[in-house]
């Protein structure tokens, strides 16, 4: 049986609020390196990740409305706005989750849509926060991003109660069906656990362990073996 390949499915992360230049650059270097599929920075260092992932395959992910899903949804869409201007391939947002929990469909959907346009035809990947939700709330938080255009469901930010779990991928992955992506991620720490979440449903791995989990499974896979020698599987739903 073939091995599950997870390297080519790590969104490489850092969203710590005290990330220096230093620490991009070093991020960017390790995602060509590996070939992982993107990095995930904050706003203000998605020139920089662009510039330094130029001429490569490699996207660049921001976040939009982080980590609360509270602010004015006309801020995600000039945070959205500002991020493709500055070379971003992929906004990750949050939604509303008192709207979400209050039912507020319309209110969401335009929330969603709004971010979707500003993209301009980008990948965008609608954070659900599924850890603060029942089942109900997530089925009706994949419904809203489906219908409103985005193209990924996300479980965290890894700044909430919860991360991913095999359980809630499994739902997301119901909800949308085999066509929508859906991205795992808050506290995946190694091969073992991202591979039972990618076995779940998930297509992409939003993680800050990327280069453990690429070296875990580059030794597997025996030392004839070179990270970021592989294509990444192809996604339908990725932009072209």
């Known amino acids: 049986m073939e091995t599950l390949r997870v390297t080519p499915l790590i969104d490489h992360t850092l969203l710590r609020a005290d990330a220096s230049r230093e620490d991009i650059e070093r991020l960017c270097t390790e995602a060509r ?5 993107a990095v995930c920075v904050n706003g203000c260092w998605v020139e920089l990740a662009a510039w330094r992932l130029e001429e490569t395959d490699i996207k660049v992910a921001t976040v ?15 945070e959205t706005e500002t991020a493709i201007e500055h070379g971003a391939h992929e906004i ?10 209050a039912r507020e469909d319309r209110k969401l959907f335009r929330e969603i849509r709004d971010v979707v346009e500003a993209a301009e035809g980008r990948t965008v990947k609608v954070i659900l926060e599924t850890a603060l939700l029942n089942e109900e709330e997530k089925r009706l938080g994949c419904e809203l991003a489906k219908g409103a255009g985005a193209r990924f469901v996300k479980t965290s930010t890894g700044f909430g109660p919860g991360g991913a779990t095999v359980e809630d991928v499994r739902l997301l992955r119901e909800a949308v069906g085999p066509h929508f992506g859906v991205k795992a991620s808050g506290g995946i720490r190694n091969l073992g656990s991202a591979r039972a979440l990618v076995r779940a449903g998930a297509n992409r791995i939003g993680t800050s362990s990327g280069v453990l989990i690429a070296q875990e499974e580059a030794r597997e896979a025996g030392e004839g073996s070179e990270p970021g020698q592989q294509p990444a599987e192809p996604n339908p739903e990725e932009e072209e």
């Open 64 to 78: 939009v409305g982080f980590p609360l899903g509270a602010c004015d949804p006309d801020v995600k869409r000039f």
């Open 92 to 101: 990750d947002m949050v939604i509303n989750l008192a709207w979400l929990k």
């Open 33 to 37: 390196q590996y070939g992982f599929a």
